[in-house]
């Protein structure tokens, strides 16, 4: 498929997925005659592991390196691995942050939740 196809598939512009190729992030896309990209499913494998983990917060640099290490084959099996367990390790770090400041606005909104009830209350009475 070209280009504006899987552009609609993915979500994303044709410019950004120039971009993810030129840039590395994805491995290069065959080539029609006359140089037009011919998406396969595999690429567009590529694209929404990218869109993930870019979601995730994944740094460019980081996938560029897994890219790249994808391309030297399975012997980069174990390299690629530890890439996506520094990015899992970093992302949980994140959730428990996350989890701690939904917990204190938790709190905070309990708290004026009380604060209402004892005042409406203290209206009626």
């Not at 971009?19 to 080539?31: C, K, N």
């Not at 690429?43 to 995730?56: P, T």
């Not at 959730?95 to 939740?113: A, C, D, G, P, V």
């Amino acid at each position: 498929m070209n280009i504006s196809e899987a552009a609609k598939i993915t979500g994303l512009t044709a410019a950004t997925m120039r971009y993810y190729e030129s840039e590395g992030l994805i491995p290069p896309v065959t080539r029609k005659n006359g140089g037009v990209r011919d998406y396969q499913q595999d690429d567009l494998g590529w694209i929404d592991f990218i869109k993930c983990m870019r979601s995730a917060g994944m740094s460019v640099e980081s996938l560029i390196e897994y890219t790249t290490l994808f391309r030297d084959g399975t012997q980069s099996d174990e390299a690629r691995k530890n890439i996506l367990i520094r990015e899992r390790d970093q992302l949980l770090a994140k959730q428990k942050e996350i989890n701690e400041t939904i917990e204190k606005l938790n709190s905070k909104i309990n708290s004026f939740e009380s604060k209402l009830h004892d005042s409406e209350e203290s209206l009626i009475h």
